[in-house]
């Protein structure tokens, strides 16, 4: 069975501080994960993706990597702002008819002033 | 703004009742997903339809359905409502069938069942 877990399932951390999120998946075969960002009452916005050869990529103060033989994502933020408060979601898609997705259960960060 | 609309923002009504949230995808989008968040939940996939066919179900009730109409606009429809119906309920769109792309999520429609 297809299942993306996600750590720590809430985290606070100070303004300026850096962080690591954790993405676990058995999904397979694997096509590419997605990380997305949430914030409170809003809809989930794409943050990155990795696709299978791919270790490391940045987007802005976000850092993804991928390691495809132990299944794992991290999602590192550097120097973290009050808008960096929200859900962060690891989403993975299987590529089998339909590419199916399988949603992680999010982390929820809190960053205090 | 993601392109994908999604009406009524806000919804409250009483259990027994039938309601329909609508959708309409980003232009040119032929995939539309409906997910469920209930409070400090995870998404739940229901249904993606696909070009006006269904393509994927998940954990969706029998009391809800869904469509796709030829204009590509989605409707979500829940009856015989329940408390534990309320929550946000997201429409997404993707340019395609597969999930490879990514997805461009609504504002969601906040259902409160009394």
């Known amino acids: 069975k297809n299942q993306v877990e996600q750590s720590p399932q809430s985290l606070i951390i100070l303004e300026g501080k850096n962080c690591t999120l954790q993405?676990?998946?058995?999904?397979?075969?694997?096509?590419?994960l997605r990380w997305y960002k949430q914030d409170t009452g809003r809809g989930p916005v794409s943050l990155t993706i990795?696709?299978?050869?791919?270790n490391t990529k940045s987007n802005g103060r976000y850092t993804a990597t991928l390691d495809a033989d132990t299944k794992q994502s991290s999602l590192h933020i550097t120097a973290s702002q009050l808008s960096d408060s929200a859900s962060y979601i690891c989403?993975?898609?299987?590529?089998?008819?339909?590419?199916?997705?399988?949603f992680g259960g999010g982390t929820r960060l809190m960053v205090k002033p | 703004d993601s392109g994908v609309t999604q009406t009524p923002k806000h919804l409250i009504t009483a259990t027994g009742q039938r309601v329909t949230l609508r959708c309409s995808p980003r232009?040119?989008?032929?995939?539309v997903y409906w997910y469920q968040q209930s409070l400090d939940q995870g998404l739940q996939f229901l249904i993606q339809?696909?070009?006006?066919?269904?393509?994927a179900k998940g954990n969706i009730l029998e009391r809800f359905s869904a469509q796709q109409f030829p204009d590509l606009h989605s409707e979500l429809n829940l009856s015989s409502l329940e408390l534990g119906d309320s929550a946000l309920y997201f429409c997404?769109?993707?340019?395609?069938?597969?999930?490879?792309?990514?997805?461009?999520f609504g504002e969601g429609s906040r259902l409160t069942v009394l």
């Open positions: 989403v993975v898609s299987a590529a089998n008819a339909g590419n199916m997705l399988t």
């Open positions: 993405c676990n998946y058995t999904v397979s075969p694997f096509s590419n």
């Open positions: 232009s040119g989008d032929l995939s």
């Open positions: 997404a769109s993707s340019p395609r069938g597969g999930a490879t792309g990514e997805l461009f």
């Open positions: 990795m696709t299978f050869s791919e």
């Open positions: 339809y696909y070009n006006g066919e269904e393509r």
